[in-house]
């Protein structure tokens, strides 16, 4: 593969989403983290994008990274896009899962299932543990399993769960231009199935960058081990390209 890949993967709240961490590490330099009031890292006033962004690419700084790959799933999505966006002469590529270009609940074309999206945002505001431990299973079909849904819910303080998951999913504001300003190689991916990202939000983002790499795997991405093996093959390639745009 040439020199070892470096991906920042983006959690949507913490870095035990990513459970294939280990499995990227056999080939890869890996960093994800946990966002601020998560686990061990202090709280910030506000969770505002803009606080989660810059936690992130302090993420980045403390490593030294000067070209990195960014790899995101579901909720994760526009956090890692403005990442990508803020640092994108570093960036050589970006791989997103459960790929759509804007958080869209109603109108033509709705990106993300509103009944679903309302149903589990009443279980997070009513009950949170629950919502942590079944409805995110079951969101996910299975992909978050009891094991994890226990250590996340000892890791994520209950007010910032619920904020976090509101800004994620309530807003609104199209992503898809920052995707194409970054002018870099793409790794779509869809969870077959899933029960709150729609189809059509997968096949606008594919219409609108046909040149990107796609790949449909049975999990969540950031769980299933199609999606680190499609993940390795597409790195892979972006380091053929990069020696093949090398100056000789």
């Avoid at 579901?74 to 966006?85: D, E, F, K, Q, R």
């Avoid at 390795?232 to 972006?238: A, G, H, L, N």
Wanted: charged content about 30%; proline content about 6%.
């Amino acid at each position: 593969m040439g020199a070892t890949p470096r991906l920042l993967l983006v959690p949507f709240l913490t870095e035990l989403e990513w459970a294939i961490r280990a499995e990227l590490e056999e080939w890869a330099e890996v960093a994800t983290f946990d966002m601020p009031g998560v686990g061990a890292e202090p709280p910030v006033e506000q969770l505002t994008r803009r606080a989660i962004v810059d936690h992130a690419l302090a993420e980045v700084d403390r490593r030294g990274w000067d070209s990195f790959i960014v790899v995101c799933d579901g909720s994760a999505l526009p956090t890692a896009v403005y990442v990508a966006h803020a640092r994108r002469e570093a960036v050589e590529a970006m791989a997103i899962g459960h790929a759509r270009l804007v958080n869209r609940l109603h109108g033509d074309r709705p990106t993300l299932n509103n009944e679903v999206a309302a149903a589990f945002r009443r279980l997070a505001d009513t009950d949170y543990p629950q919502f942590v431990r079944h409805g995110l299973t079951q969101m996910t079909q299975g992909s978050f399993g009891d094991e994890l849904a226990e250590r996340m819910l000892e890791r994520i303080p209950i007010e910032v769960g619920r904020d976090g998951y509101q800004m994620n999913l309530y807003d609104d504001e199209p992503f898809g231009h920052l995707i194409r300003e970054l002018d870099a190689p793409l790794l779509f991916a869809k969870h077959e199935r899933c029960l709150i990202s729609t189809d059509d939000g997968f096949e606008d983002a594919l219409a609108a960058f046909p040149e990107a790499r796609s790949v449909i795997v049975e999990q969540a991405p950031s769980v299933s081990r199609d999606f680190a093996r499609a993940l390795r093959e597409f790195c892979e390639e972006v380091a053929a390209l990069r020696a093949e745009a090398a100056p000789r």
